[in-house]
């Protein structure tokens, strides 16, 4: 197997097949070895480029740039989305019109709608270029020259206008909160973090690399970060997570926290382990690193797990009890003084049952991802688990070790209701638009059915009287509805001799009784007519001229007025515009019989 470092001319041709050395050495001369999906040429650096961000330096940076190189790297992201870059520094040796060392950025084969070249330094060029196109070249190239440390460039879509450089750093912002969108490959790119999650970030450090250093994010994706500002503490303590290790510092005016999610410390409910060492102590006593030792919480014992052989076979399992939303994971080493024992790399495999089991992969990748483990027995390390999964069983498969296969662990993560929290929120939503949705439809269905029974039920004609008072029930209102008959009407002959008969006349110039329900028991209904004595009444009335009950001093009836005036009400009579000839009048005396209780 022959392998290439990114623009190494000097290949030693030995490694390769005797029948192979001619094509390697045919790709060598044409200088154009594609060692990086989407790059070319032998002055190619640090390159990481992703889906949607991704990040590329000239060779040797920020060491100086060799001579006579040359780079293209082919940018794109989704169909309908456009790229922005974000310079994040550039030094190349100034030559006129930038004819001999320069960086070019165009959208097309053609060269059209180009910016640059440019070189001299970062003052005289924008830091962000933000194009029209989900495709762009990078171009780089150097001429004989004497210093310029090149160029760092990172790319997203205009989705994250956001964007920040590998280099930023917190002392860079002034907002006591901020969020920012990180590119993926800052991990390998110089910058320096100190500090750890649970204390904080000393703010002189550079954000990306201590936001993937906190599992905010990853550095194969990218993503973006959340920081809040904090004053600063007397010592920021060194620490070992996702395969970056921190400095130890000193006191800074302000401290960096980076938000995380789901990041509590999980409660093990059972170790198990494919085998487990047995040794004697100095005095003979037997002693078992056996899989209950393996918690890193646990105190009272020195040892850790240990497995009986130095096979990869081995592997060390954990059970939560029930599914668990799994964030990370943190390792340790044997802890004990007279041993140096623990896992440099590892794979993790993951159930909801136990029986069926899948291997732990990256974002976009086919293959198992190899965690970086522990470098020594006492610190501990933190790898997250980016993006995250569910599972109540966990099994953890050393690759490489230290003397003997020996480990603590501890799982991070949540409740699994945390995890789809975002989904449940989203059912709620739908849930009550659709119970809106039945209630106003039921409430429309409802007053249909009420306007309907309204039209088709009977109407109620009180034509006849022409107001009903409130106070007056339903069926005094329809009992005045009853017209006199024919044999209640008396007819009287006026001087001419000729009948009249009242029914055919408008009876709207009479004053109409008032109608009181008294009830149904037999008992006729009363009026502002005063009853005869033959009509046997005998419950008082309510209704007089006062409104009061009969008391047992005053009469039961209202007396009459002491004015002149007629006490019964009487017809009235229009005035006549011809000389009157006779005194005598037509009189209609109309006779209310109460209704029996069978009209009722």
């Not at 310079?87 to 006129?96: H, N, Q, V």
Request: overall charge neutral; some cysteine.
């Amino acid at each position: 197997m022959l392998l290439l470092r990114p623009g190494d001319m000097s290949l030693s041709l030995h490694l390769a097949p005797e029948p192979h050395r001619l094509l390697v050495l045919l790709v060598v001369l044409a200088g154009r070895i594609n060692l990086v999906q989407g790059q070319q040429g032998d002055g190619c650096g640090h390159t990481v480029i992703g889906l949607e961000s991704g990040t590329l330096t000239s060779k040797n940076y920020p060491g100086t740039y060799p001579n006579h190189t040359f780079c293209k790297w082919e940018l794109r992201v989704a169909p309908g989305k456009s790229i922005i870059l974000r310079l994040g520094d550039l030094d190349i040796e100034y030559t006129e019109d930038c004819s001999s060392n320069s960086l070019k950025i165009y959208t097309s084969s053609s060269a059209n709608s180009s910016y640059g070249p440019y070189c001299r330094n970062m003052n005289e060029v924008p830091s962000t270029i933000q194009l029209t196109s989900n495709a762009v070249t990078v171009e780089f190239r150097s001429g004989t020259h004497i210093s310029g440390r090149g160029f760092l460039l990172s790319y997203t879509t205009t989705d994250h206008s956001d964007l920040i450089s590998c280099l930023d750093k917190g002392i860079h912002y002034s907002q006591q909160s901020f969020s920012k969108y990180c590119p993926a490959g800052c991990k390998n790119v110089t910058g320096d973090v100190w500090g750890n999650l649970q204390q904080g970030y000393r703010d002189t450090s550079v954000l990306c690399k201590a936001a993937i250093h906190a599992g905010a994010i990853s550095d194969d994706l990218g993503g973006p970060i959340s920081v809040i500002l904090r004053r600063g503490i007397t010592l920021y303590e060194a620490g070992s997570a996702n395969g970056i290790l921190t400095k130890t510092g000193p006191l800074s005016e302000k401290r960096m926290e980076i938000n995380k999610d789901c990041d509590g410390v999980l409660k093990n409910r059972h170790f198990s382990a494919s085998s487990s060492w047995t040794e004697k102590n100095d005095i003979g006593e037997l002693i078992v690193w056996s899989p209950d030792k393996a918690n890193v919480s646990s105190k009272g014992h020195p040892w850790a797990w240990a497995a009986n052989s130095d096979n990869e076979g081995e592997w060390l399992q954990i059970d939560l009890g029930e599914r668990r939303n799994i964030t990370g994971i943190v390792t340790k080493g044997s802890t004990n003084n007279g041993y140096n024992f623990y896992v440099k790399t590892y794979k993790i495999s993951y159930s909801k049952d136990g029986k069926s089991w899948r291997s732990y992969k990256s974002k976009n990748s086919k293959e198992s991802k190899v965690f970086e483990g522990n470098m020594n027995d006492q610190q501990l390390v933190r790898n997250n688990f980016i993006p995250s999964f569910v599972g109540r069983y966990i099994r953890i498969k050393p690759l490489t070790w230290s003397q003997r296969i020996a480990m603590k662990v501890e799982l991070i993560g949540c409740k699994v209701l945390q995890r789809i929290r975002q989904f449940g929120f989203n059912l709620m939503v739908i849930l009550i638009v659709v119970g809106f949705v039945v209630i106003i439809s039921a409430a429309a269905l409802l007053l249909c059915l009420y306007c309907k029974k309204r039209k088709t039920g009977p109407r109620m004609d009180c034509s006849f009287i022409e107001v009903c008072d409130k106070s007056v029930t339903k069926q005094n209102c329809q009992r005045g509805q009853l017209k006199p008959t024919e044999s209640e009407i008396i007819t009287y002959t006026s001087e001419e001799g000729s009948s009249r008969n009242f029914t055919e006349n408008d009876m709207s110039e009479y004053a109409e009784p008032d109608i009181i329900q008294v009830g149904i028991t037999g008992q006729k209904a009363s009026s502002t007519f005063k009853p005869s004595v033959d009509d046997g009444y005998t419950i008082p009335l309510v209704v007089s001229h006062y409104d009061v009950p009969f008391s047992g001093k005053d009469h039961e009836y209202a007396e009459p007025l002491s004015n002149p005036e007629p006490e019964y009400a009487t017809p009235f009579v229009e005035q006549s515009t011809e000389p009157e000839q006779s005194t005598k009048k037509n009189v209609c005396i109309v006779k209310v019989v109460p209704a029996t209780p069978e009209a009722l």
